[in-house]
């Protein structure tokens, strides 16, 4: 279902996508240029989006006659000066004059409108004004290529001439509309009609003091429009709302405007807010916006932690601990026996076990009760919910956040315009460092050469043979890789659990954390070994980039899932001890009361210390355990190769380069450079390994925040004292919806061993909120037989009806098709736009 | 934080934000009266408030000038040692582009540099983003990008250094696949509406054309 929803959502993005790119202003405006076929509505349609009002286009084709007159009214003062479709305030301000005439005098003297209040003539001279600058500023443009210009006043004068008939026409309407016979005073009554107008003139005015920022203008000219434009709504807002909603409508306006202030207010405060702001525009500075990226992705998931730690520590965590049966009361929450002694010693809670183990860390300690506390807290139910809720919010984010990216990026995957991207969107504007400027300098020119000679000799293949066989050869030997790390974590797995039946007291500090130690060494080592494969087969950088990307993810993939398999083992081990443990228990009973059952067996055994009473082996637990080992260790692993990789690393090349025999700093081990798509591999991964363990350890998004933290300090220093700019600066963004589709893929492949533990294995009988219970989820329907009235359940119970579901699907598809047709037919058409865009362009230099 | 304490007047404050895609921090309302910062011990205020475009800008002042910011012009070479700026091939055409000074020399004033900041803020729209962009890329002012001005502009791309230069055979070719591919309309230049097509299509521009202070 999940899938589903996914791929219709991209769906709908694409759909979306593909119908900006059809009303793209570009190929109209293309279109209007060449004035082969202007005529009024393409005209109308290209300035509007050149006003850059994308959400006004809709409200004017629902009213095409508003438009219409609208033009009119322009072309009735084109004639006083040569218009430019560009500003979009002097069609505003004409209106006005226009109403006032239509109001004022009936006879429409044209030429006398300055006689009205001086005010109002003054905003006219400052309108003049403004659209004089505007002129002007077209004029520094240089022009326009004369001709382009002369065009551009052709398409004009005819769209005039046809308009003025019709605003010749409009005027006789006026006149006929009843407001003529006013006076020349302000206070006359106005008609609905004015009202009308003069409101929308308002909210047009209001509209452009909120689209103002988008106009290329200079500050001055911004500032004295804006001010017009301000001084008119403070005017006539007042004037509007006569009658009987007059107070309404005051109090409207001033709600509105407490409510932009606020907004503002708390836009400031929101930035205001977001942590670690300097740090990374430090390092966006100093290393580009590549390396930055991987800072603001760690923030990121960060954010996300925070939420996932609040939805466990604020449903699940805290009411247990508040108001759940104390420590000791019952068996699941206490030490066994056997374990007393060494429970509080630091190997232990190191390692997770102990006291860490018989707390609210982990899924064991939570009891089966219905509600606890007097708030009668639906413990289970609330513990089961967070866990679902954790992954889905998670796949709500992740989705929101891809299709937000793929807006952005506006169809990135277009490869047309190669060359031009290389020219106009290379260079990072944010590198402030001149030697991150130097290297992007010679990035930018290997980068030109580099395409020229692929352009020059795509046809040419030299030796392919040879390429061909090497790349096998690469292949070959990245599998063999694979393989050989996936077997060694199956056998290390293998292992331990031998090591944990013989009893782990034998065994040393090796022994014990062997996986995790494995896993993490393999996931150091490993890429490096990827790399020296590379260089076998010669790729292009980007390429070659991107094969290590995808064998790196490749063998964490493997890895995680060999641990899982392995772990899966170890619940079917378990499961068959629970077996026998169920069965002792029984007879452990049975003599405690002497062999003779007790006449109300329903009164627990008092006098019996929970510590002593023996238990089943709790496979949730245990897996939590291993869940939370392996993010610790993972965690102390990456700072301890920070530490040495990185900073002794630098210290070493920084202080024995004075005496040593060649150049340390430019030559051999040199300085490390930030590996971003190390990093960002290694943050998924961790991030995967806490959607599947946080629902049988509620205290990992815990430790995940506190790991990104500490990360967050650890890495920004260590990459502003001993790291230097790469030699090859890549830009972020392009590669940002890639590591997102990695997030969405693992965090897919993370849900499903979640899910699949959670359906279909029956949990452990005497640990956890749901013991007692043959499956997880029954909780829900205990609830909803319990706790909602009856019809709710058989509604439900329809709803989850199979004839329901299926034909949704069905729909769900067809939909998916639909909208996958029309968004490759509207390419379709683009692509035929722009081919007639061309063959007009060659004929009309033809002629 | 008292807006009242800063030099920049409430009103024109307000203007600012509704003019450019600064929020209120970047312009800075928060400011401080000048000197204030420097006896401040260092602590998060200080930091805070050198993130603003208005502190940014009085600092390229000398000092007896810093009282009246807002309605003096910094000159162009002060401009230029902003950090991100020195470092920029762009750099003088950023500053011509974005100056409103009559005599020619490129100098500043507080509401150009303000300017200059909202179009490489992180808010402002690809569509202004681009309009820019085509400005600072056309040396020669004549409103399209033609091979002179693409020619230069490679130049400025692959920096100073004499080796690092293309040669004249790379440079035609390179200049020919790009008019090959941005020509829509295959008159021999690239115009606004035909550049703000290609950089509409491209993945990172938004992302890398920006500055922060």
């Known amino acids: 279902m999940a899938v589903l929803e996914l791929s219709l959502l991209m769906h709908v993005k694409l759909f979306s996508k593909d119908l900006a790119l059809i009303n793209d202003n570009t190929v109209l405006r293309f279109l209007g240029k060449n004035g082969s076929d202007v005529n009024n509505e393409k005209d109308s349609a290209a300035e509007n989006q050149e006003n850059g009002r994308g959400a006004d286009k809709e409200r004017k084709r629902a009213k095409p006659r508003t438009r219409r007159g609208h033009a009119r009214g322009r072309a009735r003062h084109g004639g006083e000066e040569d218009g430019d479709d560009e500003d979009g305030t002097r069609r505003a301000g004409q209106r006005r004059q226009r109403n006032r005439r239509g109001r004022g005098r009936a006879g429409g003297n044209e030429g006398s409108d300055s006689e009205g209040d001086p005010t109002k003539a003054r905003k006219n001279q400052a309108n003049q004004k403004s659209k004089e600058d505007d002129e002007q500023e077209e004029d520094e443009k240089g022009g326009k290529s004369g001709k382009g210009k002369n065009e551009k006043k052709q398409d004009k004068k005819a769209d005039k001439k046809g308009t003025k008939e019709k605003a010749n026409k409009k005027k006789k309407d006026k006149k006929k509309s009843g407001s003529g016979s006013d006076s020349d005073s302000e206070e006359e009554p106005i008609t609905e009609e004015e009202l009308a107008k003069l409101k929308e003139e308002v909210e047009e005015k209001k509209k452009l003091i909120a689209t103002l920022r988008n106009k290329p203008w200079k500050m001055k000219k911004k500032l004295s429009v804006l001010k017009e434009a301000q001084l008119f709504v403070e005017k006539f807002e007042g004037a509007l709302g006569k009658g009987k909603g007059k107070k309404f409508y005051a109090y409207k306006v001033m709600m509105t405007k407490k409510w932009m202030k606020f907004q503002r207010d708390f836009e400031n405060f929101k930035t205001a807010c977001i942590p670690w702001e300097m740090k990374i525009k430090e390092i966006e500075s100093h290393f580009g916006s590549s ?8 923030r990121w998931m960060y954010g996300i932690n925070m939420i996932l730690f609040g939805l466990t520590f604020g449903l699940v ?17 206490t030490v066994p026996r056997a374990e007393e002694a060494t429970a509080m010693n630091f190997a232990t809670l190191w390692d997770f076990s102990g006291f860490a183990q018989y707390s609210v860390l982990f899924y064991g300690y939570y009891n089966n009760q219905r509600t606890i506390g007097w708030l009668k807290f639906r413990m289970p139910l609330s513990y089961f919910l967070v866990g679902v809720g954790t992954i889905g919010y998670s796949f709500m984010i992740v989705i929101r956040t891809m299709a937000r990216n793929a807006n952005e990026e506006g169809g990135g995957d277009d490869t047309s315009f190669n060359f031009s991207w290389k020219m106009f969107t290379s260079w990072d504007y944010l590198i402030g460092n001149p030697e991150t400027a130097d290297n992007k300098f010679a990035s930018i020119t290997t980068s030109f050469k580099e395409a020229i000679v692929e352009e020059q000799e795509s046809r040419k293949e030299e030796n392919i043979h040879l390429t061909r066989f090497l790349r096998v050869l690469a292949n070959f030997l990245a599998l063999c890789t694979l393989a050989g790390s996936g077997y060694l974590i199956f056998f290390v797995v293998r292992r331990s659990q031998k090591f944990a039946l013989e009893g782990l007291e034998n065994y040393g500090w090796w022994e014990r954390n062997e996986v995790n130690m494995v896993m993490s060494l393999l996931g150091m080592f490993c890429p490096t070994l990827f790399d020296v494969i590379s260089s076998l087969e010669n790729y292009h950088p980007r390429i070659a980039l991107r094969w290590q990307l ?10 995680l899932y060999t641990f899982i398999i392995a772990l899966m083992d170890e619940i079917n081990l378990k499961l068959e001890e629970e077996k026998i443990v169920k069965y002792n228990m029984t007879i452990w009973e049975a003599s405690l009361y002497n062999g ?51 900073f002794l690393r630098a210290v070493f090349v ?41 629902f049988y350890a509620p205290c990992l998004p815990a430790i995940n925040v506190f790991r990104l933290h500490t990360s967050m300090y650890l890495q920004c220093w260590a990459v502003m004292c001993c790291n230097v700019p790469q030699e090859r600066v890549f830009k972020a963004s392009r590669s940002n919806n890639f590591y997102m589709a990695m997030l969405l893929f693992i965090l897919f492949l993370s849900t499903l061993p979640a899910v ?35 019809w709710f359940g058989k509604v439900f119970g329809y709803a989850s009806n199979p004839g329901l579901i299926l034909p ?40 | 934080m008292g807006g009242s304490s800063s030099l920049l007047p409430q009103e024109a404050l307000g203007e600012y934000q509704e003019l450019t895609f600064l929020n209120k921090q970047e312009i800075l309302l928060a400011a401080p009266a000048p000197g204030l910062p420097r006896a401040l011990p260092h602590g998060g205020a200080v930091v805070f408030a050198s993130s603003s475009a208005y502190k940014r800008f009085s600092e390229l002042l000398p000092r007896e000038q810093r009282e009246n910011a807002c309605s003096v012009r910094v000159p162009k070479s002060q401009i230029l040692t902003l950090p991100e700026l020195r470092a920029n091939p762009f750099q003088h055409r950023i500053c011509h582009v974005f100056s409103t000074s009559e005599d020619g020399d490129d100098s500043m004033s507080f509401e150009d540099f303000l300017d200059m900041l909202s179009v490489f803020s992180d808010a402002a729209t690809s569509d202004i983003k681009s309009r820019y962009a085509f400005r600072i890329f056309d040396f020669d002012d004549d409103g399209v990008l033609d091979g002179k ?31 090959e591919e941005s020509d829509i309309d295959k008159d021999g230049t690239i115009n606004l509406s035909e550049f703000q097509h290609v950089i509409s299509r491209s993945p990172d521009f938004v992302s890398s054309f920006k500055i922060v202070l």
């Open chain 1, 654 to 694: 920084r202080f024995f380069n004075y005496c040593w025999c060649w150049d340390l700093e430019y030559g051999f081990p040199s300085y490390s450079e930030f590996d971003i798509s190390g990093n960002v591999l290694g943050l998924i991964f961790n991030q995967g390994m806490i959607w599947m363990g946080s």
């Open chain 1, 756 to 790: 699949y533990t959670i359906v279909s294995i029956p949990p452990s009988f005497d640990c956890g909120p749901f013991s007692g219970k043959t499956r997880m989820f029954e909780v829900i329907s205990e609830t909803l037989e319990h706790d909602f009235p009856s």
């Open chain 1, 291 to 298: 390396v930055a990226s991987y800072f603001i992705f760690l």
């Open chain 1, 317 to 333: 965590m805290v009411p247990e601990a508040l108001m759940g049966k104390p420590y000791g009361s019952l068996p699941r929450k």
């Open chain 1, 596 to 646: 003779t059952i007790p006449e109300n067996s329903t009164a627990p055994p008092i006098q019996v210390d929970p510590a002593d009473v023996p238990r089943g082996p709790c496979w949730e637990t245990m897996v939590g355990q291993e869940f939370v080992r392996l993010t610790v260790s993972d965690t102390m692993t990456t700072y301890i190769t920070i530490l040495i990789g990185d």
């Open chain 1, 808 to 847: 949704f699907i069905l729909l769900m598809v067809l939909s998916i098709y639909y909208l996958n047709a029309t968004s490759k037919s509207y390419k379709e058409a683009n692509l035929e736009l722009k081919k007639k865009l061309q063959t007009s362009r060659r004929k009309q230099k033809k002629k």
């Open chain 1, 550 to 559: 995808g064998r790196i993810f490749a063998l964490f993939l493997g890895n």
């Open chain 2, 149 to 179: 001005d693409l020619e230069k502009l490679v130049n400025c791309l692959t920096g100073q250094g004499e080796e690092a230069r293309l040669s004249s055979i790379e440079m035609e070719q390179l200049i020919r696949n790009v008019l």
